[in-house]
C-alpha cells in the first residue's frame, strides 16, 4: 500500500501496515503476528478490541453516532462525567468536560488555570512531554523534534528539573533549582500553575520523587498556585492503581485524562476542583466532537471493567513478571547494554546505556528491529531515545507476556556495538 498521501513528517517506528488486533496481539497484512508491547502508546490497557467495550460501541452506534454536547446534551456524556467523578480518587467534589483528545485536554487546562489565577505563566519540567498542539509543545521539556522550526510558542513557560530516583535529580537538587528560578527568572506571584506526571512517558517512564511531590503541593497552597497533574499515560491502571499520582500522597487541583480512557476510541478530559472547572464564561469551554457518544459508551464500558481488584491484580501480574525477568538478566549478565529498570507497577521502561553509563541510542534502534522481526513491538522513550518503554496491555495473558519477554531477552543477547 503507497503511503505517498501521508506527510512525511509524522515519524513511523515500526515499518509495518497492521490489520487486526486481539488483546496483546496483533496481525500486519502479510500475517505475521507481533505480541504488543506498544498498546497504542499507553491507549489500549484493555487490550485491542476488548470484548465489553466493542460491545458498547455496537449498541451506541444503533441509537447516537453524535450530537455535540453544547447545542444539546446527550446521555452517555452525562452517565460518563458521573462516572468519572466518582473513579477519581480525591475528596474534593469533581466537575469536568471532555475533550478529543489528552492534548487537548491540557489546553483546556490552560485556559481554565488562566481564568482561575488571573496569571499567565506555567512551570513545567525536563523530559515532559504534554502534546503536540501550540501551546503543549512549549510544556514539553525537550525540542526535538517537537519544538523545531515552529517558532515562538505561548508562554511563558519555565522548565525545572524532574526529580525522580530513575534519573539521578533529587528532590534536594530540584527544590534548590526552583528556588533559583523565583529568585532569578519569575515572580512567584505571577505563576499560575504548576504541570507535572507524576511518572513521565516520553521522558522514559521517570516516577516522581514523592517528597518533592509533597514539598511542591504545600509550595502551590501557599502562594496560591494550582498544581495539574497530567495522567494521560499513567493513569488508568497503568502503575496498578486507578491514578499514579495516589502513590505521591498529594490531590492535584486539575487532572488530564486521555489514551486508555476509552479502549482505543479517541476521547480525553480534564477534570478537577469544581470551582475551577465553572470560572470562565459560557462558552469558555466545549467542542464539536468532545465528548461524542460512542466514545462515551467506551469508556463507561471500560470503567466498568477497570474495578480496583482487577487493576491492582494485572499490575502486580505485570510488575512481578517483567522485574523478576529483569533482575535474572542483571545477575546472568545479558547484556553489556541493559541499563536501569524504571517506573513503577506495570509502567515499565529499560535503559539501555554503555559501560560508562552513557545513552546507548544505536542499541535500541538495533533492539526495536531485531524484536520486530522476532514478533514483538516495543516503544522508544528518554530525551537520547534509549529507554524502551514497556506498555503492554493490562489485560495480557501471563503466557503471552512471557512469550514476549522471552523474545526480548534474545533480542538484548543479541546486541552489538
Not at 514539553?140 to 522550526?149: L, R
Not at 528560578?181 to 513521565?200: G, K, R, T
Not at 479502549?263 to 464564561?281: C, H, I, T, W, Y
Not at 481488584?309 to 542483571?330: F, K, N, P, S
Request: glycine residues 10%; contains cysteine; proline residues 5%.
Amino acid at each position: 500500500m503507497s503511503r505517498e498521501t501521508i506527510s512525511q513528517s509524522i515519524s513511523i517506528v515500526h515499518p509495518i501496515s497492521l490489520s487486526h488486533g486481539k488483546n496483546a496481539e496483533v496481525w500486519d497484512t502479510t500475517g505475521k503476528r507481533y505480541i504488543d508491547f506498544v498498546g497504542g502508546i499507553g491507549v489500549l490497557n484493555l487490550g485491542h478490541c476488548h470484548p465489553a467495550v466493542v460491545a458498547a460501541i455496537r449498541e451506541q452506534a444503533t441509537q447516537l453516532t453524535h450530537y455535540a454536547f453544547n447545542a444539546a446534551p446527550h446521555v452517555p456524556y452525562i452517565k460518563l462525567m458521573e462516572r468519572l467523578a466518582a473513579f477519581i480518587p480525591v475528596d474534593y467534589p469533581v466537575s469536568g468536560m471532555l475533550t478529543n483528545s489528552g492534548a487537548e485536554a491540557a489546553e483546556n487546562a490552560l485556559k481554565i488555570v488562566r481564568g482561575a489565577t488571573g496569571r499567565t505563566a506555567v512551570i513545567a519540567f525536563d523530559g515532559a512531554f504534554h502534546g503536540r498542539t501550540l501551546a503543549t509543545l512549549n510544556l514539553n521539556g525537550k525540542v526535538a523534534p517537537y519544538k523545531q522550526k515552529i517558532g515562538v510558542l505561548p508562554g511563558p513557560v519555565y522548565h525545572l528539573p524532574y526529580p525522580s530516583a530513575d534519573n539521578g535529580v533529587t528532590c534536594a537538587e530540584a527544590l534548590k533549582a526552583m528556588d533559583r528560578l523565583f529568585s532569578v527568572e519569575i515572580d512567584v506571584n505571577d505563576v499560575a500553575c504548576f504541570i507535572l506526571e507524576p511518572v513521565q512517558g516520553e521522558g522514559g517512564f521517570l516516577a516522581l520523587d514523592i517528597a518533592f511531590a509533597q514539598a511542591l503541593r504545600r509550595f502551590c497552597d501557599e502562594n496560591n498556585i494550582l498544581l495539574i497533574a497530567d495522567e494521560i499515560q499513567s493513569g488508568f491502571g497503568r502503575t496498578g492503581q486507578r491514578f499514579a499520582f495516589s502513590r505521591l500522597g498529594i490531590e492535584p487541583d486539575l487532572i488530564l485524562l486521555g489514551k486508555s480512557i476509552a479502549g482505543g476510541v479517541p476521547l480525553g478530559a480534564v477534570v478537577g476542583r469544581k470551582a475551577l472547572m465553572d470560572n470562565l464564561p459560557k462558552g469558555g469551554l466545549g467542542g464539536t466532537y468532545s465528548g461524542n457518544p460512542i466514545a462515551c459508551a467506551a469508556a463507561l464500558a471500560t470503567l466498568e471493567v477497570m474495578t480496583d481488584e482487577h487493576l491492582q491484580a494485572w499490575g502486580a501480574q505485570q510488575e512481578d513478571l517483567i522485574v523478576g525477568r529483569y533482575e535474572r538478566w542483571r545477575a546472568q549478565g545479558l547484556s553489556p547494554f541493559l541499563g536501569r529498570l524504571t517506573g513503577v507497577g506495570a509502567m515499565r521502561g529499560i535503559e539501555l546505556a554503555n559501560a560508562d553509563g552513557t545513552p546507548a541510542p544505536q542499541q535500541l534502534t538495533q533492539l526495536l528491529s531485531l524484536a520486530r522481526d522476532a514478533g514483538l513491538l516495543l516503544m522508544p522513550s528518554g530525551k537520547s531515545r534509549h529507554i524502551v518503554r514497556l506498555l503492554a496491555p493490562l489485560t495480557i495473558e501471563p503466557t503471552v507476556l512471557e512469550e514476549g519477554l522471552d523474545i526480548l531477552e534474545a533480542c538484548l543477547r543479541q546486541l552489538t556495538r
